[in-house]
């Protein structure tokens, strides 16, 4: 088919998306209640943009440094960031390790610097430059923008290790082997490490930019690709309004795609292969994804395709996966076996030591003791079932889960309404779609252009990786997010892997034709500036100094007052159950965490067979009051059994009292001590 038709058709089908998006969702949201402050709040996040940038000059120097260390040539830009920040998180997990992560050892990481300084500066300038002047417009727009919500306490569902609470408990200990009330900080912490290590450095305020950080960062190795194409991927990247979600928050995946981005630039981008150092690089870095969460040992099979397409098509020869192989395995036992050896020598399971049901429960789990209910006795909802279907209400059909990410771009929801619980943290942009239908035709060989790449010395080169190779990963990453857990930003790596490739898809086309993507990318931001902006209204009372962070939260957190009143009035060992409630790095006070799955706590009940024997139960964990969201007690009370109905009212109304209460939930403790 001809390529000029196939561009009218695909920027028809664009148009079409984008218009039901528009229809779907309005442009602008909540207006600043006072623009009188504007000015100052926006100036903030033009700072911590700034700070951004600073960061990602210095993790340049430091790769430089360590390269120059090692007698290394001059080698490209991404590569010495990459270096630079293997660096920093493998540094700071080595430091964390054994105990010795202070403010004066964390300094030592800085040291590669000195190198730097002498280093030659021949090889053509650092990650910042060559970016499109257009390139830059869009970063600054974003950082602003996110910046502000970074600067604010976040108020993102940080269930997960990567909370600075968590963080600030391992500073404080000075080692991973000792015993600690956060369950999450059983994970692979590569992302928290470093963020440890830039707490000790700067203090909570530049943490609070970590995540903003690498997102920047991942926006400018896209941008790097050179020219237009390299804005188009940039503008793909940004205009996703979970991107300011994440901004603001502790979570991992953030970093993930930093890491995850510099190894497709390293794999896939046009252009001379950088020598076996370049996939002893891209190994250190692959061995890093298992190190930042579970979920990155999934992205694993996404460099091996990419590495085994390169060697079937004679791009590189087989010797180099042996040194891209070597690396992975140094990176992966140096970041992630710290922690899986934790969890072995803890838990008993080294992989995901707080579940149950999928595991039979150890000594020292921390989780409901499943283990030691009534023999013979059943689940009330099959967990294997629900939790790996249906984790977060989006349906168990076929058509269900093919609907899911026409749904959660499109509508910003799941399609399930089975389950009165449901998690929504952002949403994607729908150049998303039209990226992956690009992707789609392109891998059989339906272009919207005709002439490949062509390098700066003006020589024709083709893609590093095939668009089928690309289209198998997308398709890995697509499986594994249906078949797991159905949060938005798990699918972050593949909106990160489409974001990169588009560059690699309209390489060369007319430039009326491209500035059509261009214009295509900046309406699409459009939802990104008004999530935005709705985030700004959020924080504006705390960044401009209205209000108290105390204050700010209790404002933002329907549980905050009752666990402000836990950290304050609750004495004695015994620990709170908290059921439904997912930002326990808020409640200091010793707690067990049921998760977000409403099955652990029927199941537990209703396995119990009676109150007295669920209460004797919980007492010998250790359990002295229980935290109940007034949306957990809904949940509970709808559920269609009547012998649970019986054993639920039996137990919360003449087995326990309230000792706090308010609109959004009760703190209750045993009636008999």
């Known amino acids: 088919m001809n390529p000029r038709v196939v561009s009218w058709l695909f920027g028809l089908v664009a148009v079409a998306i984008m218009a039901v998006y528009a229809r779907e969702h309005p442009l602008f949201g909540m207006a600043i209640a006072d623009p009188s402050g504007l000015p100052y709040i926006l100036g903030k996040g033009t700072l911590a943009f700034a700070a951004c940038i600073a960061g990602i000059q210095t993790t340049e120097w430091i790769g430089k440094g360590v390269l120059a260390l090692f007698r290394t040539s001059s080698v490209c830009s991404i590569v010495r960031f990459s270096v630079g920040l293997v660096w920093l998180t493998l540094g700071s997990i080595a430091l964390l390790t054994f105990g010795f992560l202070r403010p004066a050892t964390a300094l030592l990481l800085l040291l590669p610097l000195i190198a730097a300084i002498r280093h030659p500066r021949d090889d053509g300038g650092s990650i910042l430059s ?309 992707l789609l035709s392109s891998a059989f060989g339906v272009r919207i252009g005709e002439t490949p790449a062509v390098s700066g010395s003006g020589a024709i080169e083709e893609p590093g990786v095939d668009c089928r190779a690309i289209l198998a990963c997308a398709a890995w990453l697509l499986g594994i997010w249906l078949l797991g857990s159905h949060q938005v930003r798990f699918l972050l790596p593949l909106v990160a892997l489409l974001s990169w490739a588009v560059s690699l898809m309209i390489p060369v086309l007319p430039f009326r034709r491209l500035v059509f993507w261009v214009i295509l990318g900046i309406v699409s931001c459009t939802w990104t500036a008004s999530y935005g902006l709705n985030r700004i209204v959020r924080v504006e009372p705390y960044v401009s100094g209205a209000v108290t962070a105390d204050r700010f939260l209790a404002s933002n957190f329907p549980f905050y007052r009752c666990f402000d009143w836990a950290n304050r009035h609750l004495a004695g060992d015994g620990k709170v159950l908290v059921l439904l409630e997912e930002r326990t790095f808020l409640l200091r006070h010793p707690h067990l965490w049921t998760g977000l799955l409403p099955h652990h706590f029927i199941n537990f009940l209703y396995r119990s067979g009676s109150a007295a024997e669920a209460e004797r139960l919980l007492k010998e964990q250790g359990i002295a009051c229980i935290y109940l969201p007034r949306h957990a007690a809904a949940l509970y009370a709808n559920i269609d059994s009547e012998e649970f109905q019986k054993i639920r009212a039996e137990f919360f109304q003449d087995r326990l009292k309230p000792v706090y209460s308010d609109p959004q939930c009760t703190l209750l403790t045993w009636k008999s001590i």
């Open 130 to 438: 060559g970016i499109h002047g257009a390139s830059w417009l869009v970063l600054l727009a974003f950082g602003v923008l996110a910046g502000v919500y970074a600067l604010a306490p976040s108020t993102a569902h940080d269930d997960h290790v990567y909370h600075l609470q968590a963080i600030r408990e391992f500073s404080e200990n000075g080692s991973l082997w000792q015993p600690s009330p956060q369950l999450n900080t059983y994970r692979p912490l590569a992302h928290a490490a470093l963020l440890a290590w830039l707490r000790l450095l700067a203090g909570d305020v530049v943490t609070g930019l970590g995540n903003l950080l690498f997102l920047i960062a991942t926006g400018l190795l896209m941008a790097k690709t050179c020219g237009l194409p390299g804005t188009v991927s940039l503008l793909a990247w940004v205009s996703n309004p979970e991107l300011v979600c994440l901004a603001g928050s502790s979570y991992v995946e953030p970093f993930q795609c930093l890491v995850f981005v510099a190894i497709l630039v390293l794999l896939g981008s046009p252009g001379p292969r950088f020598g076996m150092s370049t996939f002893w690089v891209v190994g250190l870095l692959a061995g890093l994804l298992p190190a930042t969460k579970y979920l990155g040992l999934a992205l694993l099979p996404v460099a091996a395709i990419l590495a085994y397409d390169l060697v079937r098509r004679g791009k590189i020869p087989l010797k180099a996966c042996s040194a891209l192989l070597a690396g992975c395995l140094i990176s992966l036992c140096l970041g992630a076996g710290p922690f899986y050896w934790r969890n072995q020598v803890m838990t008993g399971n080294p992989l995901y030591p707080h579940a149950s049901g999928m595991f039979q429960a150890k000594p020292g789990l921390p989780g409901l003791p499943f283990d030691r209910l009534p023999a013979g006795s059943k689940d009330l909802i099959d967990f294997s079932y629900e939790a790996f279907t249906d984790r977060f209400g989006m349906g168990h059909e076929i058509e269900d889960l093919l609907c899911a990410p026409w749904n959660v771009i499109i509508r910003g929801h799941f399609h399930s309404e089975k389950y009165p619980l449901k998690y929504f943290d952002g949403q994607l942009s729908p150049l998303v779609l039209v990226l992956g239908l690009l």
